[in-house]
């Protein structure tokens, strides 16, 4: 979908380099720039079998061409120079000022090759006062009102992270369209242009879509956050054997789900008739639902509720869903034998297309794998 094009990837970490694996895997050619160091992410938590080649960044680099550069190093800036004179994206995360003493800001690259689609991944937007400042999956959860999502679910006012670089990856999304919505208006007008993705203006946008609630008025009619998510009642479910998930989506589940799982006494209250009497009782409801779901196993749920078009899913641990029969089935996960690390799974790209068929899936290179195809070395 993208063969042919050449992009310059010079990003670390996660938001940046899950924007060019999206790419990469769409079949753009994706160069991977590092420094003397390499990408910080090369080195993960876990030890990994080979030094420098840790789980996260094999996640988040297959398929690309890894290159060291020492950027203040008068010759390795004349190589990169010379790759994005010819390339068709050139994709950085390094801060304004810094990038414009190293010779590659915008205006810089643009006068060597003009049609070039330079996207910049910041932490903030440059039109306000946060601009410049750096900016982790951390301190966007924080400032994006997120971590006060959990104390209002579960009443710890302590606030928290949630347990997942989510700011990182919901900001690579965003970069990945927004370069493509750039190559598209290229190829449409003949023209490239500067994209600015900034991580704070992308987690907040992704958040707000519903917790911006009540504040969504002016004036406000209560207060933000989006009552369904942060209920503590909707919560999984203790079985017999395990753990359920039961969402009553409409309101006239919420009794039906009742009266399934065995008091079809109290479902069939008057009131019930109505979506008020429904919406006051939501809590009780939950509360009803988890009371009785430990009556049986986890699968006799499943079949039951699935016999009556309620959505729901076995909870499953996070070392499991490896194993699970879908994801096997439609092959998410794939084998794949890397030269270094030996025999590791990779999941592939989850969209498919009619028209286009991706190909196998690449490794993840080591540090400086494919230096000398640039002559550096």
């Not at 004349?78 to 995360?93: C, K, P, Q, W, Y």
């Not at 999956?137 to 579960?154: K, M, N």
Request: net charge negative; hydrophobic share 40%; glycine share 10%.
């Amino acid at each position: 979908m993208l063969e042919g094009m050449t992009v310059i990837d010079l990003t670390s970490v996660v938001f940046g380099p899950y924007a060019t694996q999206i790419l990469s895997d769409y079949g753009a050619d994706v160069i991977k720039i590092e420094g003397p160091g390499g990408d910080a992410y090369r080195h993960g938590a876990k030890p990994a079998k080979t030094s420098g080649m840790g789980p996260g960044f094999i996640a988040l680099n297959r398929g690309k061409k890894s290159l060291v550069l020492d950027l203040k190093n008068t010759e390795d800036a004349e190589i990169l120079r010379g790759l994005l004179s010819t390339a068709d994206v050139f994709v950085h995360n390094v801060r304004e000022a810094a990038i414009a003493r190293l010779g590659f800001d915008y205006d810089a690259i643009k006068a060597i090759n003009p049609n070039i689609i330079y996207v910049h991944c910041v932490g903030f937007g440059s039109g306000g006062p946060y601009a410049g400042l750096q900016a982790y999956d951390d301190v966007i959860q924080a400032a994006t009102g997120t971590t006060s999502l959990l104390p209002r679910a579960d009443g710890n006012n302590r606030p928290r992270y949630l347990p997942s670089l989510i700011a990182d990856k919901v900001a690579g999304l965003h970069a990945a369209y927004a370069t493509l919505a750039a190559i598209t208006h290229r190829l449409r007008t003949g023209k490239g242009q500067h994209v600015e993705v900034p991580m704070f203006e992308a987690f907040a946008s992704f958040m707000l879509k519903e917790h911006l609630d009540a504040k969504t008025f002016d004036p406000p009619n209560g207060d933000a956050a989006y009552a369904r998510q942060v209920d503590p009642d909707r919560q999984p479910m203790m079985t017999q054997d395990g753990w359920i998930s039961i969402v009553p989506y409409t309101l006239p589940q919420f009794p039906k789900v009742v009266a399934l799982l065995g008091d079809p006494e109290l479902a069939g209250e008057e009131r019930f008739k109505t979506p008020q009497g429904i919406i006051a009782a939501a809590p009780e409801l939950y509360q009803r639902m988890a009371a009785l779901t430990p009556t049986k196993p986890t699968a006799e749920w499943l079949t039951i509720l699935r016999e009556h078009n309620i959505p729901c899913m076995a909870v499953t641990d996070l070392n499991d869903v490896i194993d699970d029969p879908h994801l096997r089935e439609t092959g998410f996960f794939q084998a794949s034998d890397h030269p270094s690390e030996g025999a590791l799974y990779q999941m592939r790209d989850p969209n498919s297309f009619s028209d286009w068929e991706a190909g196998p899936l690449g490794n993840a290179p080591r540090l400086g794998e494919h230096d000398s195809e640039f002559g550096k070395g």
